[in-house]
């Protein structure tokens, strides 16, 4: 948990915005030293104040010049946090059955359950030859189907 917080951090800090913001501090306190050399008559101090004010100047003049490089590193996290939540929604959309729903909407019907809707109409219709014992065998290629057949047929073996 805390190394999650801790990449959470690193991704949303600017590099040149905390250069700068170090910058300004070192000048804050040059300018601080500065006051206080100029209070008890320290020339060297003063000097020396002025010296860092400067550099600390010079850094706010280069930093035009700086770019942000996101590290390898980072770039390959971010692409794995994304293709891991990819991969958790279409999880979650196949267990919660809403895949099934876009299939049968958009029309991708497995040929098996097309068969075996076509067998049932067919023994629905007295005209046609077909079954129950026939549709029972197309449902059975189901291999869900059959597993809950036969524990089905287990229980009302049971039963009796």
Do not use: Y
């Amino acid at each position: 948990m805390r190394a999650l917080l801790i990449v959470l951090l690193l991704v949303g800090c600017n590099p040149v915005q905390r250069i700068s913001n170090h910058a300004n501090a070192i000048r804050t306190e040059a300018q601080a030293l500065g006051e206080h050399g100029q209070a008890i008559g320290d020339p060297v101090v003063v000097a020396g104040a002025e010296r860092i004010d400067g550099l600390a100047a010079g850094i706010h003049d280069e930093l035009p010049n700086v770019t942000n490089k996101v590290p390898a590193w980072l770039s390959t996290l971010q692409w794995w946090g994304i293709a891991v939540a990819v991969v958790a929604v279409a999880f979650v959309l196949w267990q919660s059955g809403a895949f099934t729903a876009i299939r049968i909407a958009v029309g991708w019907l497995p040929r098996r359950k097309v068969a075996a809707a076509e067998l049932a109409l067919d023994t629905l219709d007295d005209s046609r030859p077909e079954n129950d014992r026939e549709l029972v065998a197309a449902l059975r290629a189901d291999p869900e189907f059959d597993a809950a057949f036969r524990k089905a047929q287990k229980r009302r073996k049971i039963e009796k």
